[in-house]
Nanobody, 123 residues
Framework: QVQLVESGGGLVQPGGSLRLSCVASGFTLNSYGIGWFRQAPGKEREAVSCINIWTDSTDYVDSVKGRFTISRDNAKSTVYLQMNSLKAEDTALYYC????????????????WGQGTQVTVSS
């Protein structure tokens, strides 16, 4: 059974850091792209970052470049999203999702999703 489980969210002050984890099970991570998406209340789900495990290439949307870093640990079947210099506008429910062999910024291109982990940036 394919499963993606996110963790690591929480409440952090502006300028703080969090590291999100996405643990994959039921499939081999090597053949997929794993994307991080977020959705704030009243807004559409948007792409944040993606790592193509097949090619080791990464992608970041402009709003998080230089602040967020995506990485993976194949042995742990885990993809991480290190988030630094967090801003109030980063507040959202963060999801990870998989797409076969490539990355995309379109949520509809991903076939399996986790349940999400809440990130709240507030003083």
């Amino acid at each position: 059974q394919v499963q993606l489980v996110e963790s690591g969210g929480g409440l952090v002050q502006p300028g703080g850091s969090l590291r999100l984890s996405c643990v994959a099970s039921g499939f081999t991570l090597n053949s997929y792209g794993i994307g991080w998406f977020r959705q704030a209340p009243g807004k559409e789900r948007e792409a944040v970052s993606c790592i193509n495990i097949w090619t080791d290439s990464t992608d970041y949307v402009d709003s998080v470049k230089g602040r967020f870093t995506i990485s993976r640990d194949n042995a742990k079947s885990t993809v991480y999203l290190q988030m630094n210099s967090l801003k109030a506008e980063d507040t959202a429910l963060y999801y990870c999702a998989r797409r076969r062999r490539s990355c995309s910024r379109s949520p509809s291109d991903f076939d399996s999703w986790g349940q999400g982990t809440q990130v709240t940036v507030s003083s």
